[in-house]
């Protein structure tokens, strides 16, 4: 079926972690990334468990105070943040080219534009919600669909120096995901989106403008995107409408052994050849998964959305990723994007096998796959999903609210925009079709496949009758008693760093039991 595995010369240097082991709840998955800008900080402890990776970096889970000043309580009664306020800017009229995975320059930056230019974006003062995000496969998304095609054609077919042009588009995620822009301020160091609290605002902000520039083109200001609903059975599929050969919305550069049927892998791997399972238990992984990212996982706005990066800070040493920006997003990309050759350690002619997993598994060409839109639209349906439903709450650090971002708008002028304004999506003019939930009751249960659990009559009868036979080691002994085969009850004690914590307390820290493999 596929033509025989040739020798290649294709290394894995740039991701070394990648070679850590796979279980179907691990969810360290990186986003093919340039390795000057992938995130490096991870690799400063080998040992540390991929699930639980931000935890343990970051383990001053409290505010620092010493990060910005509040003062002012003015006439208004409204505070000014000045002072030590570090937000991050990106200096957006000095682009410069972006670095692909395999080291190779691409340029993909916007029409240039002076710092004059820009104007600030504003806010709609009154909340009014316009335009309604509906499932690409439910009945009310086909109509989302079809407009969304027609957009797409339109954007395509512009002149190819219109910031609103497809590929300028996509090249606004390549430029702010690659290194096309410093941070304002410091020419030495680079503005990037992803492994921080930035994931989840930026890519509303990207989105917000395209759906207002595929609406401008339609002439259709009620036009909103369709969201891929990968966290719902019937969405776990690409949509049909992608499949479609000659279509604007297809992208040959896509996993051929992904193509409808194929129900969507919400943990995909892309460095380990896939293990098939049945569409039936990968559903059910895959709620499985979703309960864990949005709920196990994101007790915290910090586990949630990602890691503080302030200005001045180099964003390849201080980042972590939020949970679902670690899967599904990074995963739903992978298993997008075109990964035969990683996987198969193939080279050769025929096939579009790319070596940087191009279109979707790799930040700088994502954005050129129409499916990144609703793809996207869905991550950004799930941190509402979050906000509403499940935490309630994001940052308050103004060094988050005030950062901000340049995007080229629907009449095609650059316009600057805060992350302060874009958390009350019906000041924006859009809102998310209600749909069913099904992963939010899909709590995952343990499985027998590491450690066999007895059911509860078995340990009833096994487990000693009194706690007088049990010796509990202290921790001490628990280092040096393990590791241990379980193939029996097991009882280690571990010493709790702090016992009584306040609500408020629990709240800020996380307090980790890491159980390795
Ligand atoms: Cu900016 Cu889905 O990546």
């Not at 739903?332 to 994007?337: D, I, L, N, Q």
């Not at 080691?473 to 010493?495: C, F, G, H, M, R």
Request: net charge positive.
């Amino acid at each position: 079926m596929y033509p025989p595995i040739a020798p290649t010369n294709y290394s894995f240097t740039h991701f070394p972690h990648f070679f850590l082991h796979h279980s179907p709840l691990s969810t360290n998955k990186i986003l093919n990334h340039p390795a000057n800008f992938v995130c490096k900080a991870k690799n400063s402890n080998e040992k540390i468990p991929k699930t639980n990776r931000n935890k343990k970096e970051f383990p001053e889970l409290k505010f620092d105070r010493r990060d910005f000043l509040l003062i002012g309580f003015g006439s208004s009664g409204i505070y000014s943040t000045v002072a030590n306020l570090k937000s991050l800017s990106p200096d957006f009229s000095n682009c410069v080219d972006a670095i692909k995975p395999d080291g190779k320059p691409v340029n993909c930056c916007p029409k240039s534009t002076s710092a004059a230019e820009i104007s600030d974006f504003v806010p709609n003062s009154v909340a009014a919600t316009t335009r309604v995000r509906a499932a690409a496969q439910s009945v009310s998304g086909a109509a989302n669909m079809a407009k969304y095609k027609k957009a797409i054609d339109l954007m395509k077919n512009l002149p190819a120096d219109d910031p609103r042009n497809f590929t300028q588009q996509a090249n606004v995620h390549c430029a702010y995901c690659d290194g096309g822009y410093n941070q304002e301020g410091y020419s030495d160091l680079k503005f990037g989106i992803h492994e921080s609290w930035l994931f989840f605002p930026f890519h509303r902000w990207y989105l917000y403008f395209f759906e207002k520039i595929c609406g401008k083109l339609l002439e259709d200001e009620t036009f909103a995107l369709p969201f891929w609903n990968w966290d719902s059975p019937s969405g776990m599929v690409i949509p049909a409408m992608f499949n479609e050969i000659g279509s604007p919305l297809y992208d040959r550069r896509r996993n051929q052994d992904h193509l409808p049927p194929a129900v969507a892998d919400l943990n995909w791997d892309e460095d380990v050849l896939p293990v098939r399972v049945n569409p039936e238990t990968q559903i059910k992984y895959n709620l499985s998964i979703m309960y864990k990212q949005m709920i196990t996982n994101a007790t915290t706005p910090r586990l949630f959305m990602g890691q503080p990066v302030r200005a001045g800070d180099d964003i390849t040493m201080k980042c972590g990723a939020g949970s679902i920006e670690i899967a599904p997003h990074n995963t739903m990309h992978t298993w997008t994007g075109n990964q035969w050759r990683r996987q198969r350690g193939y080279t050769g002619p025929g096939d579009p096998r790319e070596p940087n997993t191009e279109n979707m598994g790799v930040f700088y060409s994502a954005a050129r796959d129409p499916i990144f839109y609703p793809h996207h639209a869905n991550i950004d349906r799930l941190w509402t999903i979050w906000v509403n439903k499940l935490h309630g709450k994001v940052f308050t650090d103004p060094n988050w609210l005030e950062t901000s971002f340049v995007f080229y708008n629907e009449d095609a002028y650059p316009v600057r925009v805060k992350v302060k304004d874009c958390l009350d999506l019906s000041r924006l003019g859009y809102a998310y079709e209600e749909t069913p939930i099904p992963w939010i009751d899909a709590k995952p249960r343990p499985r027998g496949k590491y450690v066999r659990i007895p059911n509860s009559l078995e340990a009833t009868q096994a487990l000693p009758k009194t706690l007088d036979n049990v010796r509990i080691p202290n921790s001490l002994e628990a280092t040096q008693a393990l590791p241990k085969i379980l193939d029996n009850v097991l009882k280690i004690t571990v010493k709790r760093p702090k016992k009584l914590r306040s609500a408020k307390e629990k709240q800020e820290a996380e307090e980790v039991l890491l159980i390795e493999e």
